[in-house]
């Protein structure tokens, strides 16, 4: 088995290749003008971590790693900055102990210990935070605790269409275990190879569906998390009025209040019926009016993404003026012919177009086989998709600057909020590397309103990129502030995005977080700095 | 204007007749054989209230009532146990005042005489309460803050279909300050015509939709709170992931946190395409299964309540064998032919019958003259669902003892719990009453299960009926949580379900509410008692 990568995105058996590089070396020069060398990545020959401050505890050291490889490759998230740090071996503040427990009793200990010995305890999921969240705050000694021996659904209720499924479950183990059985959690982020059932509550994850049920949240029937004060876990109820929902105060806590270590989630029948159109708009503002009439009728497709012209060019084809508004309906039990008819009458009204025959229409065809959303446009872009956190690996190391932000905002005042968006971003790069890139797509639309993801690139110098991110990603955050969005619409709040979530959320609520946790985990041991101060 | 009626459903000029309690006279010696003479129903010249132990203060004097007619009508809820006392003017315990703010800054004012007097502070909308949420606890003094002036919806916003709504307005007046724009909110629990947006948001109050979108919470954008610790106001956003969200917090807090002034909701365009279908089973468990499938093949449909052989007699006159389940749905923008054709069709595999020519297909028709929905079985019910409230007013005073209670449970448990609660139910009418009627329906339903709402009655002695009643509450309270039920799935939980909810939540849940409290409210003044113990 290959090990992961301790700086990269992925195993390293899918590193960039020395073809990769000359093909990102071909790239840059045709999109900057530059002549580059390409990089040469690290080996851990490369690392020289500090020791360990502490060992770990005799009860837990059968199950702790202090080897240096695992310490580097949990250090960091995969953000931009993570795989500039990680490439550069840049490791000034590594975790000490790396915990891997195999059961909660084994993960109790360990808390015990931090809690008793005042040391700092990191949940660690798949490791795919792009903000932050597992990196180690100063601190005496550090703990990262890596739940992937979680691994497995225990139970399957095929009456209710529920699993209890362990937290610490990478995307694709979960699906493989559920596929057998007929079923499919159908959560789908960028990060799924490498992202847990538990990173994805914790962190009010964004998945497969485009509408209606957004977040991971509406999938969580009951969810348990071992805290330093015991025990939290709910009923499994398919829905209640009691009260504040206790599963609403884990779901985002990323990590603060205590370890999620299973949860009964909501699972479904894989689709039979699929249908999709990939719908052509002049400009941008025609397609966001597509979507959001599509999103007001209230049809809940499975996929409405929109591509501005310059990401409908890059990952579809399109003429660089031309916006592509997708849309997909997906089901088990009923063919979605009606709903994709209606949904691009809709969108014609609006002023897309799209030829008839376009339209794909796959009826109880089987669901591996299956090729209705898989095609032309649509089908470019999906690849795109996957594809993408890999394909950002061969850009480090050349003095590319590139990464995402997304957010959400109301329809009313998206169009300002784009504008202003745009414009710290050209500008910030315009200042930082003389100019580069910017494009956006809806991942995700409300009735109410969009979820914009930017996406910008400009080419800086190599060991200037850090200054150069951290000056143009200030610059959109704070646009995105002044504009009314909110900091993450689904990559969460982390460490990188306090001072803008600082706004953000209510004064009294921060108060009251911050009561919450001196309530759950009294010795502030659960990864600090993320969400609130002490 | 007409009053409120200090002890009954509604207002005074509702309140039962001669007529109305000859009928129930009726009714009782045909279903129990007895012979009763009509009650005598209080007037306000019985009352007979302690002194308000303090007065108003100065700064807000203005707009505080201590009239015994308003602090009797502000005593107690409207559940049965609120109505027999009530009647019997049982009020030991009234607030000692009764504000009227009409702006937030006559509100904090209140709020801060409370909090430096140590004056109990209890949040009132409509007063419609079943679980005894605005019922003053012992204390020294009370003061109810009836929020009724703060009626108007402030701010429409056309292009992202949102309000901004002031906490206090009622239903009816809700709905009809949205008509002229074309809008709804259709959030019409049972309670409509006396709960407010604020007690919607408070209780996480279910509404219209019988799928996907059942309660408030959905429907909440953003909320402005008053805390003594300040003012809570989270922002627009039609979705977030930047830490647990802070809206979900407050929605089920019952006015232990703070007093909700205004909201941005959620709006729609009211509809003009409507479907449905009153399907026919033999028994209960086949309408069950058959709803089951519906929810589980997510069309989302705007009703799909079951009635049991019970109910299915009672409010749409079939055969006491025969269960019912009603199918609907609604659109603004779409016909909605082809989703009632598809439930039909998944109903009658599960066994359902129902004449081609009954299924009412009513598109593009006018929603006030619309009439699909509305004929036949369906239109029996839902009439009954509207007058319910009024007609139980009549029972009171007879020795009648009726009460409702409703949770919700996953499928493959819910076999299980019907038998116990039913059971619990039946014997405990056999002890206090010799024996009554239970029935049950769904409210709404979810791919993991439904919520079922149970309604009892039983003839006791008068004089007798809280005695009966706790006896029976008791035991059928005690069934739901050993079947592992909710205590409430939309009722709340205020007072009265205390002792089941102690049970049910998890209690590092419960210290971290408490600890919220303590932040926002340090001086326990607002709404004690309910929920949690300070």
Request: overall charge negative; hydrophobic content about 40%.
């Amino acid at each position: 088995m290959t090990r992961r990568s301790f700086w990269a995105w992925g195993n390293e058996d899918r590193q960039p290749t020395p073809a990769d590089y000359d093909a990102m070396a071909r790239r840059i020069h045709q999109r900057y003008g530059a002549t580059l060398a390409p990089p040469k990545p690290p080996t851990d020959a490369d690392l020289n971590l500090r020791p360990p401050r502490i060992l770990p505890h005799p009860l837990v050291a059968e199950f702790c790693s202090t080897d240096d490889h695992d310490r580097a490759a949990h250090n960091y998230g995969r953000s931009f900055r993570d795989r500039i740090r990680g490439f550069n071996c840049d490791f000034p503040n590594p975790p000490d102990v790396i915990a891997y427990p195999s059961t909660e009793a084994e993960l109790v200990t360990v808390l015990d210990w931090c809690s008793n010995s005042n040391i700092v305890a990191i949940p660690y999921g798949g490791g795919s935070t792009v903000v932050a969240g597992v990196e180690p705050p100063p601190a005496n000694a550090v703990v990262t605790i890596d739940l992937t021996r979680l691994d497995q659904v225990l139970e399957i209720d095929d009456t209710s269409r529920a699993a209890r499924i362990q937290a610490g479950v990478l995307g694709p183990a979960l699906e493989a275990q559920l596929r057998p059985h007929g079923y499919t959690l159908r959560h789908f982020p960028q990060s799924f190879e490498f992202s847990s059932l538990g990173g994805w509550i914790a962190t009010r994850s964004g998945g497969h569906y485009a509408t209606n049920h957004t977040h991971i949240d509406d999938f969580v029937e009951s969810v348990r998390m071992v805290t330093p004060s015991g025990v939290w876990e709910s009923r499994r109820l398919p829905g209640s009025g009691a009260g504040p929902s206790p599963d609403r105060m884990i779901i985002g806590s990323e990590g603060i209040l205590g370890v999620i270590t299973e949860a009964w989630m909501r699972i479904q029948a894989r689709p039979r019926f699929r249908a999709s159109a990939g719908v052509v708009f002049d400009g941008m503002a025609a397609a966001a009016q597509g979507a959001r009439l599509i999103a007001q009728a209230k049809q809940w497709p499975a996929n409405l993404r929109m591509l501005d012209p310059a990401e409908a060019e890059d990952f579809a084809g399109l003429d660089g003026t031309q916006a592509l508004l997708i849309v997909g309906f997906e089901s088990a039990e009923l063919p979605q012919g009606d709903n994709i008819r209606q949904a691009v009458a809709i969108a014609r009204d609006a002023g897309g177009s799209i030829d008839e025959e376009a339209i794909v229409i796959a009826d109880a065809a089987e669901t591996s086989g299956s090729s209705a959303g898989r095609q032309g446009a649509v089908g470019s872009w999906r690849n795109s998709f996957i594809n993408a956190p890999y394909e950002r690996n061969a850009t480090i190391g050349f003095g590319i600057v590139a990464e995402t932000l997304e957010t959400s905002i109301t329809w009313e005042r998206w169009p300002a909020m784009d504008e202003m968006v745009r414009s710290a971003l050209q500008d910030a790069l315009q200042r930082t590397c003389g100019g580069g890139r910017v494009s956006c797509r809806f991942t995700h639309v409300y009735p109410d309103g969009p979820a914009p993801y930017y996406t910008f690139e400009g080419l800086a110098k190599v060991g200037g990129e850090l200054e150069a991110h951290a000056e143009i990603k200030q610059a959109a955050s704070d646009a995105v502030m002044t504009a009314g969005g909110t900091i993450t619409h689904h990559h969460a709040v982390g460490r990188s995005h306090r001072p803008w979530y600082d706004q953000q959320r209510p004064d009294p609520f921060a108060d009251a977080l911050r009561a919450v946790k001196r309530s759950l985990d009294p010795n502030g041991i659960l990864n600090p700095g993320v969400l609130i101060d002490p």
